[in-house]
């Protein structure tokens, strides 16, 4: 393969994966370059090119455009301890990222320095965004069947098995009295062994969840 071929082939492939790669001058606080901006505009966020360049001037605005609100602070946060570290370690962050259309989808960013200045202070960086959002999602639907097990596991320990201990323990002091004769003492004593047994899969259940 060429070296132009492999460039259009190398260019197409970061187009249409879901990581996004970028570089960015922390000097001047702008984007180099980065894999989902084209001629017409981010496919990332949906904004057009007139829009990105306007936001580019500020990055305060930048940011507040991008950024969902709650997570900006931290967000702004992890970009100045980019801009100050004073090791090349990447710094991760996971906010949700606003689109054009007013939605959103949760990224993963990784901020790792790779140029520094004659006094050793940051000034540019690899940027690499992934889409999280399926992972986002499924740990979201994880989280929601966790809370409905415990719901499970706390009606079986406290609803279901009070009143089945309290008849067991009825039982139990009827087996104990000494009035009981022929038919009324097996029935007592299957009673017994049936709710006692009842009472060791309700605990076996608990034990479960």
């Not at 360049?53 to 997570?71: A, F, G, K, P, S």
């Not at 259309?101 to 790779?114: E, G, L």
């Not at 609803?159 to 009295?177: F, M, T």
Request: aromatic letters at 8%.
């Amino acid at each position: 393969m060429s070296a132009p071929d492999f460039k259009k082939f190398f260019c197409t492939l970061l187009q249409i994966s879901p990581i996004y790669y970028g570089a960015r001058d922390l000097v001047q606080n702008k984007w180099i370059w980065r894999s989902s901006v084209t001629e017409v505009g981010d496919s990332l966020t949906g904004h057009s090119m007139e829009v990105l360049e306007t936001i580019e001037q500020d990055e305060d605005l930048e940011l507040e455009m991008l950024v969902h609100e709650d997570d900006l602070t931290e967000f702004k946060q992890k970009i100045a301890k980019v801009k100050t570290c004073e090791t090349d370690e990447p710094i991760e962050s996971v906010f949700r990222l606003k689109k054009a259309d007013r939605s959103f989808i949760w990224m993963r960013s990784t901020h790792k320095v790779y140029e520094r200045d004659a006094n050793n202070i940051p000034a540019k960086a690899a940027v690499i965004i992934e889409d999280i959002s399926d992972g986002i999602e499924l740990q979201e639907q994880l989280e929601d069947f966790v809370g409905r097990l415990e719901a499970i596991s706390f009606k079986n320990s406290h609803e279901v098995r009070a009143p089945v201990a309290s008849i067991l323990g009825l039982v139990d002091l009827l087996r104990r009295q000494g009035s009981l004769l022929g038919y009324d003492k097996v029935l007592i004593e299957h009673l017994y062994k049936s709710v006692k047994k009842l009472d060791s899969i309700i605990s076996d259940i608990t034990g479960l969840t």
